[in-house]
């Protein structure tokens, strides 16, 4: 199976949706797209939806770690929603959890970054 990333922007937020498996196959084109769109607009924070995330392994934790990175650089914030047990399992385990917060929904996750309208 491959990966399909969707990409939203509300305001200053861009809403990643990935679909599929992020892994070292997929990992780099995540990571060239999400550079991309952080660079190109304005871009202060990133949701990642994960609902349809069927897997992820190492590589795909470390395109999520420095992304986060880079925002963090910027001033900005990444936080993570809609995830299933086996993704969040592998988040807890990584220490993720420790730096990133975690949403039910893309609508609680635009409301704990305070750019619900």
Do not use: W
Not at 6 to 34: F, P, S
Not at 44 to 73: P, T, W
Not at 94 to 109: Q, R
């Amino acid at each position: 199976m491959n990966l399909h990333v969707e990409l939203e922007h509300q305001r200053n937020v861009l809403i990643t949706r990935l679909k599929g498996e992020l892994d070292h196959h997929t990992a780099e084109l995540v990571r060239a797209q999400l550079d991309e769109a952080i660079q190109r607009g304005q871009v202060n924070h990133v949701v990642l939806s994960l609902k349809e995330l069927s897997f992820m392994d190492s590589s795909g934790l470390g395109v999520i770690l420095g992304r986060y990175k880079l925002l963090k650089g910027k001033g900005g914030k990444m936080v993570v929603c809609d995830m299933n047990p086996a993704v969040r399992r592998l988040f807890e385990l990584s220490g993720l959890f420790k730096i990133m917060n975690v949403y039910d929904s893309e609508h609680t996750a635009l409301t704990g970054l305070e750019v619900v309208s």
